[in-house]
């Protein structure tokens, strides 16, 4: 089952409509919480201006030469819930935040 971390409303975030993506930074979020009931993969929810409910799932965690955490990319999941899908046009939707 998809689980519904704490939800941040897409007014949070930049819509790209070329990339088919959201943009933000991680201090507009309440961070990240588990995603599935029976993983430990994290990620968080959104909220969109119709009122439905996204999760993305962390894909993919970027860092500088260094080490240091510069960002997150995120892929649509689901809704939460005992597995709804997504609609074919939001399955390649993603999520990039940046650690500010």
């Not at 860092?63 to 892929?75: A, H, K, S, Y």
């Given at each position: 089952?998809?689980?519904?971390?704490?939800p941040?409303?897409?007014?949070?975030?930049?819509?790209?409509?070329?990339?088919?993506?959201?943009?933000?930074?991680?201090?507009?979020?309440?961070?990240?919480?588990?995603?599935?009931?029976?993983?430990?993969?994290?990620?968080?929810?959104?909220?969109?201006?119709?009122?439905?409910?996204?999760?993305?799932?962390?894909?993919?965690?970027d860092?500088?030469?260094?080490?240091?955490?510069?960002?997150?990319?995120?892929?649509a999941?689901?809704?939460?819930?005992?597995?709804?899908?997504?609609?074919?046009?939001?399955?390649?939707?993603?999520?990039?935040?940046?650690?500010?």
């Open positions: 089952m998809i689980l519904r971390h704490t941040i409303t897409e007014r949070q975030f930049t819509f790209d409509p070329a990339g088919n993506r959201f943009v933000g930074e991680i201090s507009s979020t309440h961070g990240f919480g588990r995603v599935y009931d029976d993983a430990c993969d994290e990620g968080l929810t959104i909220v969109t201006l119709e009122g439905g409910e996204i999760v993305f799932v962390v894909e993919r965690t860092r500088n030469p260094d080490g240091e955490i510069t960002g997150w990319t995120l892929r999941a689901g809704r939460p819930g005992p597995r709804f899908p997504l609609p074919s046009k939001l399955l390649d939707l993603t999520l990039t935040l940046f650690n500010d």
